[in-house]
């Protein structure tokens, strides 16, 4: 079961233009991370927060936790075709060892 | 090597057979997780072992699913009398800690295909 909903689950969008993907859950957790993910490979990790409220940059990305440490946000300037593969979220709970993974956002960056 | 190093990359199953998947984790990383991954998803959780104790199990979908890390080192993910629905990559994953909030690092995975 996967308790993150990420959205959209589809983006084509042209090189230079901006982007949001959003990461939704009713459950609160410890911690989020993104991860990107190439066809072939395993998921990378790009960032971990774990304040509510907490901004990270990284980049042309920033990354936000919500207040309630249940939803967190992607957010990419100027996109590049580099930037094309699968966005995941992914959650740790306070009870548990189990990171809990989001349904994926695939990003096509067209040059 | 220096990563996740996972094995068979592909494997083409018939139905009815059974499969096992490798996973020698990077060197001294504590955590182990396997994860099921449908094409353009979400990897979803199977199992997770804090050195060759597996924690938790609650994500294996039927009981012909059987994972094992006995050395705590290598782990061997266990599929018996393969169906199709069972075609999917299977992830591994290994994490230094113990505790949550680590960095997950991952193999290229394992791609099954039950015919």
């Known amino acids: 079961t996967q308790l993150l909903e990420q959205s959209p689950q589809f983006l084509s969008i042209q090189e230079g233009e901006n982007l949001t993907v959003y990461c939704n859950s009713s459950?609160?957790?410890?911690?989020l991370q993104w991860y990107r993910q190439e066809p072939g490979e395993g998921p990378v990790l790009l960032v971990t927060?774990?304040?509510?409220?907490e901004v990270k940059k990284l980049k042309r990305l920033t990354f936000q936790f919500g207040d309630a440490r249940k939803d967190s946000s992607l957010h990419i300037t100027a996109a590049q075709p580099g930037d094309t593969g699968l966005y995941l979220c992914?959650?740790?709970?306070?009870?548990?060892?189990?990171?809990?993974f989001g349904t994926g956002t695939s990003l096509t960056v067209i040059p | 090597g220096a990563g996740v190093s996972q094995s068979p990359r592909y494997k083409v199953a018939k139905r009815g057979q059974d499969v096992a998947l490798r996973c020698d984790p990077i060197?001294?990383?504590?955590?182990l997780f396997w994860y099921q991954q449908a094409l353009g998803q979400g990897p979803e959780f199977l199992t997770y072992?804090?050195?060759?104790?597996?924690?938790?199990k609650s994500g294996l979908p039927s009981d012909r699913f059987f994972a094992e890390r006995p050395e705590g080192s290598v782990s061997t993910l266990k599929i018996q009398r393969t169906q199709q629905e069972d075609s999917a990559v299977y992830l591994c994953?290994?994490?230094?800690?113990?505790?949550?909030?680590?960095?997950?690092?991952f193999g290229e995975g394992s791609r099954l295909t039950v015919l």
């Open positions: 994953a290994s994490s230094l800690w113990a505790y949550q909030a680590g960095e997950l690092f």
């Open positions: 459950s609160v957790f410890s911690s």
């Open positions: 927060v774990v304040t509510g409220g």
């Open positions: 992914a959650g740790a709970r306070n009870t548990g060892n189990q990171f809990y």
């Open positions: 060197s001294g990383h504590v955590s």
């Open positions: 072992f804090q050195n060759e104790a597996q924690l938790d």
